[in-house]
């Protein structure tokens, strides 16, 4: 049976920044679709470092809050690396929105508090799924910004909520594939490696079409040619 049945496993942060090697996770959100409703697991951590005041504007968790409610990070990074990889090791896919960025702060981080990273307890972190990647490669030429919201919009996916909240985000976000599914039904065609394989290949293809228009106009620009750091 095709995996566009399901299950798939929505996962997104909030931190502190926008770099994933140097910022420090403050939520998590891990969302089980399986058929049979949603299962939620949501974390708070104290990341044990200010959390900047532009940070706190787009998620609204304060440093004081997050040392007041907020678990040990190491705690919190320890439980998503582990239903992170069993999810992995059973063969369901991770569902992120520009999951370079939430998978490699969450390797970063283990990393960095001394934890096994999530290449370290599986084989490959591999099958991702990432709306972004995907919506890059199906429709290169679509005008205009690809935030998650940008493509909430095209695809017609709706929310009462507030985004940058890890919770909506990752709903959004697994909500975002379905429709995109619908629309692009060349996607079932794919086993999930080679879907993994064909985001891999995709990525790369576009970091190097951007940096060409962005030098192309003067500006001394690296784009990153890996998806996913692991």
Same mark, same amino acid.
């Given at each position: 049976m095709s995996w566009i049945r399901g299950p798939f496993v929505g996962f997104d942060t909030e931190t502190t920044g926008v770099d994933p090697t140097q910022s420090r996770l403050v939520t998590a959100s891990i969302i089980i679709r399986d058929?049979?409703?949603?299962?939620?697991?949501?974390?708070?951590?104290?990341?044990? @470092?200010?959390?900047? /005041?532009?940070?706190?504007?787009?998620?609204? *968790?304060?440093? %004081?809050?997050?040392? %007041?409610?907020?678990?040990?990070?190491?705690?919190?990074?320890?439980?998503?690396?582990? @239903?992170?990889?069993?999810?992995?090791?059973?063969?369901? /896919? *991770?569902?992120?929105?520009?999951?370079?960025?939430? *998978?490699?702060?969450?390797?970063?981080?283990?990393?960095?508090?001394?934890?096994?990273?999530?290449?370290?307890?599986?084989?490959?972190?591999?099958? @991702? *799924?990432?709306?972004?990647?995907?919506?890059?490669?199906? @429709?290169?030429?679509?005008?205009?910004?690809?935030?998650?919201?940008?493509?909430?919009?095209?695809?017609?996916?709706?929310?009462?909520?507030?985004?940058?909240?890890?919770?909506v985000d990752t709903r959004a976000t697994l909500d975002l594939l379905e429709k995109m599914i619908r629309k692009h039904p060349a996607l079932s065609m794919y086993t999930l490696p080679k879907l993994h394989d064909y985001q891999v290949r995709s990525h790369a293809a576009w970091a190097e079409d951007f940096e060409r228009w962005l030098r192309s106009k003067g500006r001394d620009a690296t784009i990153g040619r890996d998806w996913l750091p692991v």
């Open positions: 058929g049979g409703g949603d299962r939620v697991l949501n974390w708070l951590a104290d990341p044990g @470092v200010e959390i900047p /005041p532009q940070a706190s504007a787009v998620h609204g *968790i304060s440093t %004081e809050y997050a040392r %007041e409610h907020g678990r040990p990070v190491e705690e919190v990074l320890e439980e998503v690396a582990r @239903v992170l990889a069993e999810v992995l090791a059973g063969g369901t /896919p *991770i569902v992120a929105f520009n999951a370079g960025y939430d *998978i490699g702060l969450l390797e970063a981080e283990l990393a960095r508090h001394g934890l096994p990273t999530l290449s370290a307890r599986v084989s490959r972190v591999m099958p @991702v *799924i990432d709306p972004l990647v995907l919506d890059r490669a199906l @429709v290169p030429r679509r005008r205009g910004k690809r935030t998650l919201s940008d493509l909430m919009v095209v695809y017609g996916v709706r929310t009462d909520e507030s985004m940058h909240d890890a919770e």
